[in-house]
Antibody
């Protein structure tokens, strides 16, 4: 059964880097047919796509975040990671990890992890 | 970048009503559009994929249509449990975009 669970520091200081982890049920992390994405949602606001990472390690990011974002997959740990550098208050959000079907459909979502950027 | 314009931003309707939400893409995205439902405090849930296909397990009162730049999402016979915010999402290229969302109240 697929399970996806995001985890992170909860509170990050401005200008620091943010690292989040998405833990996935063993056996579901690597597949040439399914991919992984990160989406965030500032409090009270809409959804913002952050980026996707594919089975071959290629990643594509939202142009508005491109220079500050990186994603990776660690199949040995069954984890997908997200790193956002030089965070500001605008990065305060609920961060979701989701599995993508071929084509671009987020069909399975984690419950999200809240990140607050504050000194 | 492809922009998605979703309307209305909020909507109030009665139980049993038919409700329609629209999404317009800034360029042709063929049928590469999904619809999600997000209830308060919950993660989004996929309802419609590829513009018009109902996700397994989703009630048939939900439907989607459209192609190119104009898309619509309809709830037939609105139910109390449909109170949520609904989002469209395009995936025509490798850079995805969500609509701004429509908050549906009863």
């Amino acid at each position: 059964q697929l399970r996806v669970q995001e985890s992170g520091p909860g509170l990050v200081k401005p200008s620091e880097d943010l690292s989040l982890t998405c833990s996935v049920s063993p056996g579901f992390i690597s597949s040439s047919s399914y991919f992984w994405g990160w989406i965030r949602q500032p409090p009270g606001k809409g959804l913002e796509w952050i980026g996707n990472i594919y089975y071959d390690g290629k990643a594509y990011y939202n142009p508005s975040l491109n220079s500050r974002v990186s994603m990776s997959v660690d199949t040995s740990k069954s984890q997908v990671s997200l790193r956002v550098s030089s965070v500001t208050a605008a990065d305060t959000a609920l961060y979701y990890c989701a599995r993508l079907r071929p084509g671009g459909t987020f069909y399975f979502w984690g419950q999200g992890t809240l990140v607050i950027v504050s000194s | 970048d492809i922009q998605m314009t979703q309307s209305p931003s909020s909507l109030s309707a009665s139980v049993g009503d038919r409700v329609t939400i629209t999404c317009q893409a800034s360029q042709d995205i063929r049928n590469y559009l999904n619809w999600y439902q997000q209830k308060p405090g919950k993660a989004p849930k996929l309802l419609i994929y590829d513009a018009s296909n109902l996700e397994t397990g989703v009630p048939s009162r939900f439907s989607g249509s459209g192609s190119g730049t104009h898309f619509s999402f309809t709830i037939n016979s609105l139910q109390p449990e449909d109170v949520a915010t609904y989002y469209c999402q395009q995936y025509d290229n490798l850079l995805y975009t969500f609509g701004q969302g429509t908050k549906l109240e009863i």
